[in-house]
Nanobody, 123 residues
């Protein structure tokens, strides 16, 4: 069992930056690929970024490429999402997730989820 806790969300103006963190419980964090998803009101949960167990491979949705960076620190059981040049359309609840089966871009590929953290970007 893995428990995930996100933090770092908040209100920011367009063009600003935020860094989200997701800390996992347990000793097996480094065995999991990790991902970030987001969900706006009335919309389906959307893939944002994923990273493999070592941090050597990453993948992003096109809309955030060049603006967001996913990274991880296995010694701290933490995955990060650095978000720069934020836009109002980035406003969502952001969720981190852990995948036993490797990197994935769909929700069905993930086994554990955090509770989410709200990111609001004002224009």
């Amino acid at each position: 069992q893995v428990q995930l806790v996100e933090s770092g969300g908040g209100l920011v103006q367009a063009g600003g930056s935020l860094r989200l963190s997701c800390t996992a419980s347990g000793r097996t964090f480094s065995r999991y690929a990790m991902g970030w998803f987001r969900q706006a009101p009335g919309k389906e949960r959307e893939f944002v970024a994923t990273i493999n167990w070592s941090g050597g491979s990453r993948n992003y949705v096109d809309s955030v490429k060049g603006r967001f960076t996913i990274s991880r620190d296995n010694a701290k059981n933490t995955v990060y999402l650095q978000m720069n040049s934020l836009k109002p359309e980035d406003t969502s609840v952001y969720y981190c997730a852990a995948a036993r089966g490797g990197m994935a871009t769909t929700t069905v590929g993930y086994d554990y989820w955090g509770q989410g953290t709200q990111v609001t970007v004002s224009s």
